[in-house]
């Protein structure tokens, strides 16, 4: 991203110290001045349009500024409220989207839109959550799956993860989204209008400005271009306290799948050792090295840990599904119970020894979050 070194909108005269601007040289570096061929436009882009230089519209860049200056602050005012997405599934932009969304706590979208995302939330919302579970049993090693059912659970993973992995735990709908090419992304456009979500756009002069709430005017088919304005509304939104819970929600569900993994992987390495011992030993008593006698009292000692083992494991699981019966009866939103279980807080016994300043400590929790859990558990 080029270096921000101006923090004074031309237009206005306001100082912003929040977020900084770009100059104009910074965006004719990358190209964001030119539009598309004179054919192919929409008259409607007429005022933020300089001239028409061999065929081709340039863009007027002072109005880009302009409209950045809007965009940006309106950005900042709705990452402070809730989540932003960010849309961008063409070539160019794929890639950049992601890597900046994922780096300062976006939800995005880059592979294909899915219909019914804002229209039809909740039923998009329970198939996310499938997912999650989903990935979790195969972390665990597809306990109780055969090996075809494992690789229909893995095609299955890959192809919900194409359209769902930039929104995994997008527990309500946007504050805001932005989208790059109004045009590419006209089926998100719909639904977020039909909805009343605020829209941010990088739009291009064959664009229909009227269509987005806060347009930005400038080249949307450059890749320098797309990421020179994406990490800069990546700089917005880092930092606000909704995005740094998506950053952590993230991070503890990849240390999650980890783990889970590696238990697994350790678990099939046992079993595996026990067979072999036991081969060991069946083809040591066929050949006559040792006797029914002499392995007797192995099998046995073996049988007991084994059962000691199964009954430790037992009583577990029995407290750990007690604890959660308590916690579920609480009442409490699932986020808040993810933030609670990944803090190593799983029972209400728990809950009530923790003051208010022990509670503010814990990850992905507020204010908000810590009234409705001290209602609960009076």
Known sequence: MAEAKKEVSKKTGTENKSFQMPELLDLLKVGAHFGHKKGAWDPKMQRYIYEVRNG??????VKTLESLQKALSALE??????????????????????????????????????GGLFTNFDTIKKSVQSLVKMEEKLARGGVGLVKKEV??????????????????????????IIVIDSQVESNAIKEARNVGIPIIGLIDTNCDPDLIDYPIPANDDSLKSISLFVNLFGSVVTGSKRSLSITSLRRDNEAL??????????????????EAEEK??????????????????????VKR?????????????????????GMDELGLSVRILKSLDAAGIKSVGQLESMSDEDLMNVKGLGEKSIKDIKKAIK
């Open 56 to 61: 081709t519209h340039i863009i007027d860049l």
């Open 77 to 114: 005012k709705y990452s402070q409220n809730g989540n932003i997405l960010i849309v961008g599934t063409k070539g160019q932009a794929a890639t950049i989207v992601q890597s900046v969304a994922e780096e300062v706590g976006m939800f995005y979208i880059n592979r294909r839109w899915p």
């Open 151 to 176: 690789l229909l659970l893995e095609r299955d993973i890959e192809r919900l993860n194409k359209m769902y992995q930039g929104i995994k735990f997008m527990d309500k709908l946007p504050e805001a």
């Open 257 to 274: 799948l980890a783990k889970l993994s590696k238990d697994a992987q350790e678990e099939k390495e046992r079993q595996l050792k026990m």
């Open 280 to 301: 060991e030993r069946t083809k040591a008593l066929r050949e006559g090295k040792i006797t029914s006698s002499d392995t007797g009292s192995v099998v046995r000692v």
């Open 305 to 325: 840990e084994k059962n000691i083992e199964e009954e430790v494991e037992q009583a577990e699981e029995v407290k750990k599904v007690e604890d959660k019966k």
